[in-house]
């Protein structure tokens, strides 16, 4: 006789040799020993899992000469045919070959014969969700009145795309996967009674492999078994394809130690082995759940068909846990993009970046990196470095309203710039606080000795600083000497609406023109009243607001002025601006007394201490100043079409006509 697959050679001939599903077995044997039979049947649930050997039984059971009975005898000639497959009477039914509605009517014209020698005649539907859905409308009436005699079983992996008709008609039965340690208890009784020799650690592996499917397991043992003999675990993994121990631990551990060149040579070496890049990416997300679940219990035992628990014991220390759910994660993605990629490699290499440098923009990379860097400070910090964060640089406030005190932007600072080389993370936080020592001078308030130091500071009178408290814009002169800062704040605010994606503001924003800062307030200038309003509107000015508050850490007014051409700001006489000393030049004869150190002016002080005379600048020339001619008639706007219309709500202006 010709060799049989152990698979075919095992299959179930009795309730009692259902490996799992005790719900279907305990249901079906009540309602064959109570007589309650029904008329259709529907089994539903994975491949592998015994739905076709069920209803083979169940035939059994109900034409087994000494039934209806729950325990068929197999000896009868009713059995045997069954067994054989040659009952006239049992008809199985390939729904993917026999889907139409023709098979359908054939179906219905014989279910109305008598069986031929057994007390029932089942039919045996295989695969039924691949009836077309004419042909199941065709089915509903039969099934839900077919003759005494008759009983119907369906069988399908995918019971979502049978009618609800159907399924209403029939009595549904899931069968879920088989455990690992069931299907390692029937591989062993096989093994055992097909005189194979095979290792526990073997077939543990091979249950797992199987993913629930008893068909599975019993194939992958046939083929173990034809190929070395005893079946050791390193047979299976050749069989599978799957990647050593040995290799894999080896790859684990070099992305744990960060070594992106031993890292790559290793995916190299395996691929120059045949291991395909989707087993691999699979093995390393096997490998780090095991690593994870060691973490967590040590004692579950599963984990150890991955590697040995000294293995685990080395390799658990190089990651956290936020660390191995990050890298689970990054592969979960590469194996995604492997399926649509042409260059399946180049996706396992960029892979392996990402981990051995700890990239990624998922929540579980970010707290692993936010991790790594908090152990690496308490490092620093048990050695004796301070970790001081860099705090930006901002000028010393000054008390004076009529010096107000102007935005520094901050120096690039060594820190911005990554660490060259394979520095460490001690030389990197050592240059941190070297950098932090060195601002330290520049942001410290005025030390409380000053004001022994100079007591005529203290008493000089500053009527205008709670005004300007209250209203920073309020009595702000702009002169245009603060242009070079306000290009720098302008600046940060078009980044920021670009971070934002901001594109209808970031338009109005380029059309406006800088012109002057002073006073923690930001003087901007449009040519038309349109955008003036624009850029007045309150979404907009409290965007700015917020954007240059969070890059500067200051609160910085925003104003709005019309001009058209260039922009021409006078200094106003007399005023306190002119005669600050940070304005005024420098006297030629060096100061004879340290207690002269310049300082603020009161206001009655002020017109004589600004004895330079500068020329007045040219007003900038208004709206009526540059009118045509009286011999042109302005054009009202009704006259206008209505795309001029628009471009004068744009862009302002008059028409004229001669």
Not at 246 to 262: F, P, T, W
Not at 299 to 315: F, H, K, N
Not at 524 to 529: E, I
Request: charged share 25%; aromatic share 6%; hydrophobic share 40%.
């Amino acid at each position: 006789m010709a060799y049989v697959a152990l698979y075919r050679t095992w299959r179930p001939q009795d309730f009692d040799d259902l490996v799992g599903q005790e719900p279907i077995k305990k249901a079906l044997t009540n309602a064959l020993e109570t007589g309650r039979i029904s008329h259709a049947y529907l089994f539903a649930g994975p491949r592998g899992t015994g739905k076709t050997s069920t209803a083979r039984i169940l035939a059994k059971a109900l034409n087994c000469e000494k039934g209806p009975t729950a325990h068929p005898c197999n000896q009868c000639t009713n059995c045997r045919e069954i067994t054989e497959g040659t009952s006239g009477d049992v008809v199985e039914i390939d729904a993917a070959s026999n889907r139409g509605i023709d098979e359908i009517r054939k179906l219905r014209e014989q279910v109305y014969f008598a069986p031929v020698s057994s007390r029932y005649k089942v039919y045996i539907i295989d695969e039924v969700h691949m009836i077309t859905t004419d042909a199941f409308n065709a089915l509903l009436k039969t099934l839900e009145e077919p003759p005494e005699h008759v009983v119907f079983i369906l069988a399908t992996t995918e019971p979502q795309k049978i009618l609800n008709t159907i399924l209403s008609r029939c009595q549904r039965f899931d069968f879920h996967r088989a455990t690992v340690d069931e299907i390692a208890r029937h591989l062993a009784k096989v093994a055992s009674g097909s005189h194979i020799e095979a290792a526990p650690e073997a077939l543990r592996l091979m249950a797992i492999q199987a993913d629930g499917g008893l068909r599975d397991a019993l194939s992958l043992l046939d083929q173990c078994s034809v190929m070395a003999s005893p079946v050791t675990e390193e047979t299976v993994r050749q069989v599978l394809g799957l990647v050593g121990r040995e290799k894999l631990r080896q790859l684990i551990r070099q992305i744990g130690h960060r070594d992106l060149s031993g890292a790559l040579d290793s995916l190299n070496q395996l691929l120059e082995q045949g291991k395909e890049m989707e087993q691999i990416l699979a093995e390393l997300m096997e490998y780090f759940r095991a690593l994870l679940l060691f973490q967590a219990d040590r004692d579950y035992q599963e984990i150890y068909l991955t590697d040995t628990r000294e293995a685990l014991e080395q390799t658990a220390g190089l990651f956290t846990r936020d660390q191995i759910v990050a890298h689970v994660e990054r592969i979960h993605e590469a194996v995604k993009e492997s399926r649509y990629s042409l260059r399946k490699k180049i996706v396992g290499e960029l892979c392996l970046f990402d981990l051995c440098r700890e990239r990624g923009n998922s929540e579980a990379a970010l707290l692993a990196r936010i991790e790594t860097l908090e152990q690496q400070v308490a490092a620093l910090t048990a050695g004796g470095i301070p970790a001081v964060p860099v705090r930006p640089v901002v000028s010393a406030p000054v008390e004076t309203a009529s010096a107000p005190a102007a935005y520094v932007a901050p120096a690039p600072s060594p820190v911005a710039a990554p660490p060259t080389g394979r520095s460490s993370a001690r030389q990197v936080f050592a240059k941190m606080a070297a950098a932090q020592q060195s601002v330290e001078p520049v942001t410290a308030a005025p030390e409380p000795s000053s004001a022994v130091s100079r007591p005529t500071a203290s008493k000089a009178p500053a009527p205008t600083a709670a005004p300007a408290a209250q209203n920073p814009a309020a009595d702000v002169h702009f002169t245009g000497s603060g242009r070079a800062q306000a290009q720098q704040l302008w600046q940060l605010v078009l980044q920021g609406l670009k971070r934002r994606r901001k594109r209808t503001f970031i338009i109005y924003a380029e059309m406006a023109k800088v012109a002057d800062f002073q006073g923690q307030t930001l003087l901007l200038a449009v040519s038309t009243d349109f955008g003036k309003e624009k850029m007045e509107e309150p979404s907009f000015k409290n965007l700015i607001q917020d954007i240059l508050k969070e890059a500067t850490g200051r609160a910085i007014q925003l104003e709005v002025i019309q001009s058209e051409g260039e922009i021409t700001l006078n200094k106003p006489a007399g005023s306190a601006l002119a005669a600050a000393p940070a304005a005024a030049p420098l006297p030629p004869e060096p100061v004879a007394a340290p207690e002269a150190e310049p300082m603020a002016p009161s206001a009655a002080q002020a017109p004589a201490a600004a004895p330079v005379t500068q020329p007045e600048p040219m007003p900038p020339l208004s709206r009526e100043a540059v009118k045509p001619a009286t011999s042109a008639i302005p054009v009202k706007p009704s006259e206008l079409p209505e795309g001029v219309k628009k471009a004068m709500q744009v862009f302002g202006g008059e028409v004229y006509k001669e």
